[in-house]
């Protein structure tokens, strides 16, 4: 079982930036691809970003690349999704997920088998 917790939401007006942090329970965190996913009111969730778990492989959704950048920290059991150039089409709860395919990324949220609880974004215009 691995517990997922985020943190570093919160407002911010567009053209700003943001931290999320997603700390895990667990002695096998750095074997798993993480993931963020978000979800904004009335929308289904949507992929973000998505890191294996040497870091080797990363991939984004084509409407955040160049903006978001993901990345871990194996001793700290922690990955981390710097947000910047935000935009008010940003906002969702954003979500980190834990995918115990160790070497391959994917973009579907049923393919996670550990989530976190969410954490709040909001961009003001």
């Known amino acids: 079982q691995v517990l997922l917790v985020e943190s570093g939401g919160g407002l911010v007006q567009a053209g700003g930036s943001l931290r999320l942090s997603c700390a895990a329970s667990?002695?096998?965190?750095?074997?798993?691809?993480m993931g963020w996913f978000r979800q904004a009111p009335g929308k289904e969730r949507e992929f973000v970003a998505a890191?294996?778990?040497?870091?080797?492989?990363?991939y984004y959704v084509d409407s955040v690349k160049g903006r978001f950048t993901i990345s871990r920290d194996n001793a700290r059991n922690t990955v981390y999704l710097q947000m910047d150039s935000l935009k008010s089409e940003d906002t969702a709860v954003y979500y980190c997920?834990?995918?115990?395919?160790?070497?391959?990324?994917?973009?579907?949220?049923?393919?996670?088998?550990?989530w976190g609880q969410g954490t709040q974004v909001t961009v003001s215009a």
């Open positions: 997920a834990a995918d115990r395919s160790r070497g391959t990324i994917a973009t579907t949220a049923l393919y996670y088998d550990y």
């Open positions: 667990g002695r096998t965190f750095s074997s798993y691809t």
């Open positions: 890191i294996t778990w040497n870091g080797a492989s990363i």
